[in-house]
């Protein structure tokens, strides 16, 4: 039950998957390479633009300079007074201030002594006095001090306006305004929460005091209902918590320092509709930055990441992090799908198909970032090569393991191409034996056993191996099958295992390509010194019985049966009968043949009984490609086949003419032999009526 389970690429292809699985589940469910995660997903953050609608007006560094507005710290609550006074006639759509003004104001502003100065000039000592008592009057107060009253009276000038607040540190109150700023003002607090890498990407929009049982917004959201006119947004919050998209590296949003607002450095309509967001970005006396998926060495202001969070919600492009669940769901459709499609793979393939898999993956998740969804970005990856390498061991030490066997097996008797084909369907060679359409190839060294005498015996061998070689590579280049070595000859066959519908013309062609092949070894063996030696083929085509014959676990793949032996008294019995060095037979059993055979240049012998058959066989001489022939060979085959004809008819006289006309070819000295003695009346004992020829020798 378990083989046949293996043995199946589907089924096992969902079983690699199931594991890879539970696998990943495990590192998931507990958190492992979070962090890993985290630096992943931050790269999914891009291709966004920041608004438009969106204006920072930023306590900076210059504004903060000696000669501009001085250190933020020794600021006087005038300065903001002065900014709002600016902003009043340049008709923002809201205006938010990024900082908690919870305290008294104390002291008095430079400019407002200056004005004291200016006014008791010229008044006489009774009025300078009285002068002086009421300003000291006025501020004496903290509670009802010029400055603050001021400040608040500009902040009620704003319609559309958001003010900040803080948790306290007991997490159960908010440090508000004071209450005198709250005339037109929307409370919106700011917290930042950060990563375990310490990275801020996420802000609980709407937090509950428990101190008043109330809810608030964060200033962004505040914000963002102010612009929209909305009392209610719909945000898609995940544990009590929004993922903020960012738009930008840091300082990307459209920034205009404190002091250059208060000298009116900006452009007609600058602020005109627009979200105008008031907060630090001095690194040197505020420190009000953090890092962000944009960027983990460059900090990003505070009052920046609040403008990406406003965005966030006014544009919709709302983030959430894929849930556990649906990370599971996609790593068992990734594993279980990629692990039945390496299975059928071979080795370079899976290795394309799962690279292609994570570029995938990377592209789809790029995709979904712009629609909104955080996928994770190390289990599916994880997954991916851990299917890879789980199909690989599967395929190596299962799946494959027979195939590698047989391509063991076959890569001695065939090319490359049909090993391929063979281990893709190994029933083609399955213990057994089917009867089929064969074309089967002998070739033997002539006189090898002289040359071999003559020759030292390292050399001899040396060199049939080199012949062998060469020999084997016309076979297997052909798609023939390399049956066996026997002493120096070789045998081979067509049409099997892998069904070739050419198998006579590829036979054909392979003894021809022999033939040259031995042209470019006689020139290499000349410069040796090495013996010239020539070879017998004899090439039958008919039924034979093909399939592996041995035992389960010792086998060959031949050919058997008498179209197999008859190819064998081909290339020996009758081309030493016949003085020629390519017999062929049998091509007549199959038509589908007979254009292809037009490429040749084939010529009918003789009809025989070769040693031990009781059928008779016709001959035919292979001579060479048709493109080949020449003026000369074409004359021999038509005096030969004229010849044959009249020898068959009992016309000795007319054979013996035509015989003698090609005296050089030995088929036609073997007839003309013959056509000479039944002229004159001799008995030919190997002759019977129907002038078919008995061949003795074998």
């Known amino acids: 039950m378990l083989s046949h389970f293996l043995k199946n690429k589907v089924w096992a292809g969902i079983g690699i998957g199931a594991i890879v699985t539970i696998i990943s589940s495990v590192g998931l469910f507990i958190g492992l390479f979070s962090s890993v995660n985290s630096d992943l997903t931050d790269t999914l953050y891009t291709r966004n633009e920041p608004s438009k609608n969106i204006v920072i007006i930023a306590v900076d560094d210059k504004s903060t300079q000696a000669n501009a507005l001085g250190r933020f710290s020794q600021w006087k609550r005038s300065n903001f007074t002065n900014l709002l006074k600016v902003l009043e006639k340049e008709n923002a759509k809201v205006l938010t201030l990024d900082f908690v003004f919870h305290t008294f104001s104390d002291g008095v502003d430079r400019q407002k002594l200056l004005e004291l100065q200016s006014q008791v000039k010229n008044a006489d000592e009774s009025e300078k006095l009285n002068d002086y008592q009421s300003f000291l009057k006025n501020y004496s107060s903290n509670l009802n001090h010029p400055i603050d009253n001021e400040f608040a009276d500009e902040l009620a000038k704003f319609p559309n306006l958001v003010l900040d607040a803080t948790l306290n540190p007991d997490g159960v109150s908010l440090i508000k305004p004071l209450t005198k700023f709250m005339t037109t003002a929307t409370l919106g607090f700011a917290t930042a929460y950060l990563d375990e890498r310490g990275i801020m990407k996420a802000t609980s929009p709407i937090i509950h005091i428990a101190d008043e049982n109330k809810d608030y917004d964060d200033i962004a959201l505040a914000t963002a209902k102010k612009y929209l006119g909305k009392e209610k947004i719909e945000l898609p919050l995940q544990n009590g918590k929004m993922q903020i998209n960012f738009f930008g590296e840091p300082y990307s949003f459209e920034m205009i320092s404190f002091i250059d607002v208060l000298n009116k450095k900006f452009a007609k309509d600058f602020f005109k509709d627009k979200i105008v967001l008031v907060g630090g970005t001095s690194s040197k006396e505020l420190h009000d930055e953090y890092l962000t998926p944009r960027s983990n060495v460059t900090p990003m202001p505070g009052i920046e990441i609040i403008a990406n969070e406003i965005q966030t919600i006014i544009d919709s492009k709302f983030l959430t992090i894929q849930s556990s669940g649906a990370a599971l769901f996609t790593i068992a459709v990734i ?27 990377i592209f789809t998740s790029h995709l979904l970032y712009r629609n909104g969804v955080i996928v994770n970005m190390v289990y599916p990856f994880s997954a991916i090569i851990l ?42 060679v399955k213990l057994g034996g089917e009867k089929k359409m ?66 006579v013309f590829r036979a054909y062609a392979c003894a021809i390509g022999m033939r040259k092949a031995l042209v470019g070894l006689h020139a290499k063996w000349a410069t040796e010194g090495k013996p010239l030696i020539e070879f017998r083929i004899g090439i039958n085509t008919g039924e034979a019985l093909v399939g592996n014959f041995g035992s389960k676990d010792r086998f060959d793949f031949t050919v058997m049966g008498d179209t197999v032996n008859t190819a064998s008294r081909l290339e020996s019995s009758a081309n030493k009968t016949y003085g020629t060095m390519n017999i062929v037979a049998g091509f007549e059993a199959t038509n589908s043949t007979f254009p292809q055979l037009q490429n040749f240049t084939i010529r009918e012998v003789d009809t025989v009984y070769l040693p031990g058959k009781k059928e008779p066989v016709k001959l035919y001489e292979l001579i060479g490609l048709a493109s080949e022939s020449t003026p000369e060979i074409q004359n021999t085959i038509k005096n030969y086949t004229q010849g044959l004809a009249a020898y068959r008819c009992k016309d000795f006289a007319t054979a013996i003419k035509n015989f003698q006309l090609i005296s050089s070819d030995k088929p036609a000295q073997i007839l003309l032999a013959r056509c000479q003695k039944l002229q004159a009346g001799e008995k030919i004992a190997e002759l019977d009526e129907q002038m078919i020829f008995r061949i003795q020798n074998k």
């Open 335 to 361: 594993s279980i799908g990629l692990a039945i499609a390496l299975n059928y793979l071979s080795i370079w393939l899976s290795v394309l198909v799962a690279f292609a898999s994570i570029l995938l993956y």
């Open 387 to 428: 299917t890879y390498l789980s199909s690989w061991i599967y395929k190596f030490f299962i799946a494959d393991r027979k195939k590698r066997e047989l391509k063991s097996a076959f890569g001695h008797y065939v090319s490359g191409e049909l090993v391929e084909q063979i281990s893709q369907n190994p029933d083609l």
């Open 438 to 503: 064969i074309t089967v190839f002998f070739s033997d060294i002539k006189d090898s056993t002289a040359i071999s005498e003559k020759t030292p015996i390292e050399m001899w061998v040396s060199q049939v191996n080199e012949y062998f070689t060469e020999m084997e590579n016309v076979v297997k280049k052909s798609g023939g099958t390399l049956d066996k070595y026997e002493g120096d000859a070789v045998m081979g066959f067509w049409n099997a295992p892998v069904p070739q519908n050419d198998h």
